[in-house]
């Protein structure tokens, strides 16, 4: 299947600056995207999700943007804070009748103090 | 609240019994899946459901089956289990098929 993958596998920012997560998709079918949060030893959680008639979205300190030009997705986070350390990983789904989800491998946020 | 629970959250097994790990959901949701994460593979398909009765094959099936015999549970069992089948196992369930949401997971160690 096709690939859902990340451009850096750490990242490291200081509390209350802003993060950027990158997610780079393959599939130009894709037509709705989500972000999850994974904490140490525990499931993902769902953050914020974005359909493909869509360019921006956002949330309670996050934002997605998709570019959907170069099968771009990015996450950002306002003013990061010590519990937003984490794993965070995109997720598409290829529309149509799929009901699946690629997941990419997932960028590792530490935010120090 | 509605909620989506495994167990157990941690278990121990030796090569070659049969392992039976519990999915429930209470939000009534008709497609429910079973995912494995692994370092450097991240997470990966094992069966899903798209209602009762129905069952399909992921990515790494394997070794692995579920059942749908009610909407709330799909239960994963592996057979005879293998060292390979160490892992941290994911159930997630939808009701629209886009968004999935996701259990606490179970460590399962195989020796």
Known sequence: GENVGLHLPTLSVQEGDNSIIN???????????????????????FIIDIRSNMDKRQGQRVTVLLNKT??????????????????YFCAENMGGSARQLTFGSGTQLTVLP | DAEITQSPRHKIT???????????????????????????????????????QDTNKGEVSDGYS??????EDLPLTLESAASSQTSVYFCASSSNGETQYFGPGTRLLVL
């Open chain 1, 23 to 45: 997610c780079a998709y393959s599939n130009s079918a894709s037509d709705y995207f989500i972000w999850y949060k994974q904490e140490s030893g525990k499931g993902p959680q």
């Open chain 1, 70 to 87: 170069v099968k771009h997705l990015s996450l950002q986070i306002a003013a990061t804070q010590p519990g937003d350390s984490a794993v």
């Open chain 2, 14 to 52: 030796e090569t070659g019994r049969q392992v039976t790990l519990a999915c429930h959901q209470t939000w009534n949701h008709n497609n429910m899946f079973w995912y494995r994460q692994d370092l450097g593979h991240g997470l990966r398909l094992i069966h899903y459901s798209y209602g009762v």
């Open chain 2, 66 to 71: 579920v059942s749908r015999s009610n909407t």
